[in-house]
């Protein structure tokens, strides 16, 4: 008997990447029936084990469901494993060999595709740049803040530009 995550429980990768995520199950057995064994797809022995790993609609040993790159257990780093190129690789690995990376709207640097990000519409950015651009005020989770010209503007800005007739109203 196992236990799966829920099939909607879903984690995609950032926008920013191709490719595609496959979600992993660690299903707990406290009893497997002798009969019940499965195969494990990484070694193809019998998985005796108290855990296993169903991932790409087959069957792992803890051990055997590793990354291609840097031999990580992958039941170890998280719930998602990425595959392209016949490769079985961990989210950084992946990210490493074949994400995108882009450039900060605040700043213009390049934004490496294994760092988090904030979005506002079509711009992305460095957390440390997610601010407004006018008073450097950084903005904490469930702040308001407003998108004008490409420049992210806390609320204070915003309104006095509102004021001054200098801003259109387009609230995020």
Not at 38 to 48: D, Q, S
Not at 96 to 109: D, E, H, I, Y
Not at 131 to 148: I, S, T, W
Not at 149 to 169: A, H, K, R, V
Request: charged share 25%.
């Amino acid at each position: 008997m196992y236990l799966e995550l829920p099939k909607d429980e879903k984690r995609r990768p950032s926008p920013m990447l191709e490719g595609h995520a496959l979600q992993i199950s660690v299903p707990m057995l406290s009893v497997q029936p002798k009969g019940k064994q499965k195969g494990c797809a990484g070694c193809n022995r019998k998985i005796k084990d108290r855990y296993l790993l169903k991932a790409l609609d087959q069957y792992w040993h803890e051990d055997c469901l590793k990354c291609a790159c840097c031999d990580c257990r992958l039941g170890e780093v998280g719930s998602t494993l990425y595959t392209k190129a016949n490769l079985i690789l961990c989210r950084r690995d992946y990210l490493r060999l074949f994400g995108t990376t882009g450039n900060c709207a605040a700043c213009s640097k390049l934004i490496p595709a294994f760092e988090m990000v904030m979005r506002a519409r079509d711009n992305v950015y460095h957390l440390d740049c997610f601010a407004c651009q006018l008073c450097n005020q950084r903005f904490c989770v469930g702040d308001k803040f407003f998108l004008k010209n490409n420049m992210i503007l806390c609320q204070m800005d915003y309104e006095e530009g509102q004021l001054n007739g200098t801003f259109d109203s387009h609230v995020q």
